[in-house]
């Protein structure tokens, strides 16, 4: 559910480079975010998955370590 009201931070929650993302919980209930970057391999601009563990028992998203599933 998507209720406010809501604050916009003054520093955004994703780190720096990356585009939009996504919460999904894991099917052990780990709540995670994915994004995507973007980086140069062999000549060719790839896309490419990103994954954060997230907090949500406060009063704020928290963007926690890099998650390698």
Known sequence: QLNGPWVHDADPITPPNFGH????QTFDGKLL???????SVNGR???????????????????????TP
């Open 33 to 39: 975010m994915t994004l995507h970057s973007h980086k």
């Open 21 to 24: 993302g996504m919460l999904f």
């Open 45 to 67: 601009y790839i896309r490419y998955p990103k994954f954060f563990e997230v907090d949500l028992s406060g009063d704020k998203l928290v963007v926690g370590q890099p998650y």
